[in-house]
């Protein structure tokens, strides 16, 4: 396996822990803590957190991790047979790659 295919492969699971992070958060405590909330006001935390969420630093992650993710399971698919690649293919697949 080429080294810039090892770099992609960790950049995309790395990238997917922290998105799976974010989703967990997201749906552990931020929830919980809107819908302590009257609705009026966590409707307005809520658009806060929309407006604030876009940032350079979030998009990348969230949008890369599926691209590096897409590129991944392309390769593996293309190089099928080959050490690691069923793996590399299950993990491009997995549904926190799927931003």
Do not use: H, K
């Not at 992650?61 to 690691?84: D, H, K, M, N, Q």
């Amino acid at each position: 396996m080429s080294d810039a295919l090892v770099t992609l492969t960790i950049v995309a699971a790395v990238g997917s822990g922290l998105v799976g992070g974010v989703f967990f958060g997201f749906s552990a405590f931020v929830m919980q803590a809107l819908g302590a909330l009257p609705p009026g006001r966590s409707i307005a935390a809520m658009q806060a957190i929309n407006r604030a969420a876009p940032t350079a630093w979030f998009t990348t992650a969230f949008l890369g991790t599926g691209l590096v993710s897409l590129v991944v399971g392309i390769v593996a698919v293309v190089r099928w047979g080959e050490p690691g690649t069923a793996y590399q293919l299950v993990g491009a697949c997995s549904p926190s790659s799927r931003s």
